[in-house]
């Protein structure tokens, strides 16, 4: 059965693309490689023993959107991950955001419409809720107004692929994933950030590698235990786990709507200092970090209410965060080789 991945090569698409072979499926990447790299294919078959179909293209182009779809008329149900998402980049280039995220969508939206695919798992996000008024947060907790232009596509993007649904053959899963870190144990996939990371887990490894001289934690004034900030990390392998659970349900025609939301979360908050404290227990190396003011824009505490994707997808994550925090040092050791091989 056949099932297309945008944005495969990708952090999350990656390791879903594992999962999906693993369990049999035959998995078709497009990705225009903006953020990722091709080897990711080679590593994937490492993993597996089976490279991915592969096409490389940029989703916004509609007539090469078109006509993948019409020569890949038999795929069975799609993983949309392909997007933008750095937040701090789409305040500055808002129109780059608004262009990609949402333009991708809707070509992808025609070519199932065109070619009678009723499959489509999205890729959304907790900062659709923005600061929560109740935690923990379910699916019934109110969407607040973006803090982002990036937050802003992917809530626009769940009313697109809503309104679309409604009066076309076309059922989805939105999926609206917590903080993912970590990576795959092989250490042969991980998030490649570009660039200085934003995000915490990558700030910490890139810090214990030597690339970094300090991490800068973002406030120790919040009203929290320890007075950092709390979120709900989510390894990514458990994240994708969820993936192909929610590509069988659909196919199975086991979903109560025809759009149904899920939360990936683990259910459980962890501060900053907490998660660094995890980092150099689980890897037995020392983090240099100093505390900072707050980061403009940073909600103070966010974790999800499981129930609901633990019920209805038969879906809980399982990976500690130790196991988040050494898998993600496993990988950046592994980025770490490749950068010497390279002289970089
Ligand atoms: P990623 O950048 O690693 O992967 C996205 C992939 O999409 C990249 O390989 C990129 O080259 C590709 N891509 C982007 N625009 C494209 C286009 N127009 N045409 C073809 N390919 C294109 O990101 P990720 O962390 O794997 O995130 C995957 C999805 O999950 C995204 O939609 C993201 O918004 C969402 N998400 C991520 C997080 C997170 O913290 N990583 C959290 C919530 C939601
Ligand atoms: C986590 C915590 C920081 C870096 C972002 C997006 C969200 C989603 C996930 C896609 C916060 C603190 C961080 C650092 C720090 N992505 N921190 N020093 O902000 O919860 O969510 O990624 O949908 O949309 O906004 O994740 O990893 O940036 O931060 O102290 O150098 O770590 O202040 O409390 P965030 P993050």
Redesign the pocket.
């Known amino acids: 059965m056949k099932i297309l991945v945008?944005?495969?090569?990708?952090?999350?698409?990656?390791?879903t693309a594992v999962e999906l072979q693993e369990k049999g499926y035959e998995v078709i990447i497009?990705?225009?490689?903006?953020?990722?790299s091709i080897e990711?294919l080679d590593n994937i078959e490492k993993i597996t023993g089976v490279k991915p179909l592969f096409e490389?293209?940029?989703?916004?182009?509609p007539k090469r959107t078109a006509a993948f779809f019409k020569q890949n008329n038999d795929i069975r149900a799609i993983i949309?991950?392909?997007?933008?998402?750095a937040v701090g980049e789409s305040v500055e280039k808002p129109l780059m955001y608004y262009r990609?995220?949402l333009?991708?969508l809707v070509n992808i939206l025609q070519g199932m419409i065109d070619n009678g695919i009723e499959n489509i798992v999205?890729?959304?996000?907790?900062?659709v809720y923005g600061q929560p008024d109740k935690l923990p947060v379910s699916e019934n907790s109110p969407i607040k107004k973006a803090w982002s232009p990036?937050g802003n596509?992917?809530q626009m993007s769940e009313e697109i692929i809503t309104f679309t649904s409604d009066v076309n053959d076309i059922q989805a899963i939105l999926?609206?994933?917590?903080?993912?870190?970590g990576a795959h144990e092989s250490a042969l996939i991980g998030?490649?950030p570009i660039g200085v990371p934003n995000?915490l887990m990558p700030y910490i490894t890139q810090t214990a590698i030597g690339i970094r001289e300090y991490l800068r934690v973002w406030g120790d004034d919040y009203p929290t235990p320890d007075g950092t900030a709390i979120r709900d990390y989510i390894h990514?392998v458990d994240l994708a786990k969820a993936h192909v659970i929610a590509i069988e349900r659909m196919i199975g025609q086991k979903g109560k709507q025809k759009v149904e939301v899920f939360n990936l979360g683990t259910g459980n908050g962890f501060s900053v200092m907490e998660v660094i404290n995890s980092f150099e227990r689980s890897t037995g190396v020392k983090l240099n970090y100093e505390i900072m003011g707050r980061r403009p824009g940073d909600v103070v505490e966010v974790w999800s209410d499981t129930e609901y994707a633990n019920k209805e997808l038969g879906w809980t994550a399982e990976k500690s965060l130790d196991e988040m925090t050494k898998s993600a040092w496993n990988w950046e050791k592994e980025l770490e080789i490749k950068r010497k091989a390279n002289n970089e």
């Open positions: 945008t944005g495969g090569t990708g952090y999350i698409g990656s390791h497009v990705d225009n490689l903006s953020n990722s990711v490389q293209f940029d989703l916004t182009d949309h991950f392909a997007a933008f998402k990609n995220n333009i991708s999205f890729s959304s996000s907790c900062t990036y596509t992917k999926l609206r994933y917590f903080n993912p870190i998030e490649l995000c990514v």
